[in-house]
Each structure stands twice: as structure tokens, then as C-alpha cells.
């Protein structure tokens, strides 16, 4: 059985719904359903992955036939991970866009972002200590300039009266 016919399967004998309702939660047309169902289309990873996480659905089911149809309970949902978190509707299209990249392309990225954060871990504590005395001693240069500026201000007040 291919692909295809496993979603008519699924979305007909198993979820009982028509293809409009079946392709609407997925962002898909009933004509996209239909042509995956007829085996007219290929079905790309991400739509198998979205019916998966949709539906519930086994990918070894879904790309194989093999299994059960249904994953587990017990196992993790993202979605439901970044509910429980809190997380905005961008964030989860963020993390989900993120999961359907090239494997080779995410590997890149989370090579990127471990450089970039041992990087910005590698000042010395003498470095730290230099730019904390730096930090203090503007704050307090600015602090008396503004000090300095308000007697300033009130002896020529003074003298004015």
C-alpha cells in the first residue's frame, strides 16, 4: 500500500472525515488530499510529519505500514511541551520550522549557536573585574557630573537673587 492510499485509509476508515476536514488543521487543501490520495502527488516530509503530529499518527506507520497506527501514549509532544511552557504561536511554528529542516542544515545551526555561546564565555575574570570598574566608574563620573550641574545651577541661583 503507498503512501497515499494509507492517508485515505486513515483519514476515511479510521478518522472518519472527509478530505476537507482531514486537509484543514494541516493547512492543506481537499485537492492536495485527494491528489496524495490518488498516489497523483508526492508527499513531502513535512506534510507526513504534520499529519503525524495532527493526528497522532505512527511515521513508521504512515511511510511504511508497519506498526501501529497511533503513536503511543506517553510519548512527547512538542505541541503539548510548548503549551505546558507557555509558549506564543510563533515560538511553536519557530520550534516546528526548526524540526523540518535539512538534518545536515540543523546540525550547522546548533554547531553555529555552540560556537557563538562558548565564544561570548571565554572573558577572563580579569576582563570582567577591568569592565565591571569601568562600568562603576562612568555610572559615578555621570552621577556627579549631574550633581556638579545642580549646585552649579543652585549657587547661580543664588546669585542671581
Not at 25 to 37: A, D, F, K, M, V
Not at 96 to 103: G, I, M, V
Not at 136 to 161: P, W
Request: hydrophobic share 35%.
Amino acid at each position: 500500500m503507498t503512501i497515499g492510499k494509507r492517508i485515505k485509509e486513515l483519514r476515511k476508515n479510521i478518522l472518519k472525515l472527509n478530505q476537507t476536514d482531514f486537509a484543514t488543521p494541516l493547512g492543506l487543501n481537499q485537492s492536495t488530499i485527494g491528489g496524495y490520495e490518488n498516489d497523483f502527488r508526492n508527499v513531502s516530509d513535512a506534510t507526513i510529519l504534520a499529519i503525524c503530529r495532527e493526528y497522532g499518527v505512527s511515521e513508521q506507520w504512515i511511510r511504511t505500514g508497519e506498526g501501529p497506527v497511533f503513536t503511543e501514549a506517553g510519548t512527547f509532544s512538542l505541541d503539548e511541551f510548548a503549551r505546558q511552557h507557555n509558549a506564543t504561536e510563533l515560538e511553536l511554528n519557530i520550534l516546528k520550522a526548526y524540526f523540518e529542516l535539512d538534518p545536515g542544515l540543523r546540525n550547522d545551526l546548533v554547531q553555529h549557536f555552540k560556537d557563538r555561546l562558548s565564544a561570548s564565555r571565554r572573558v577572563s575574570v580579569a576582563d570582567a573585574e577591568e569592565s565591571y570598574k569601568k562600568m562603576i566608574s562612568n555610572s559615578a563620573q555621570s552621577m556627579g557630573s549631574s550633581a556638579l550641574n545642580t549646585t552649579e545651577g543652585t549657587e547661580q541661583n543664588a546669585k542671581e537673587a
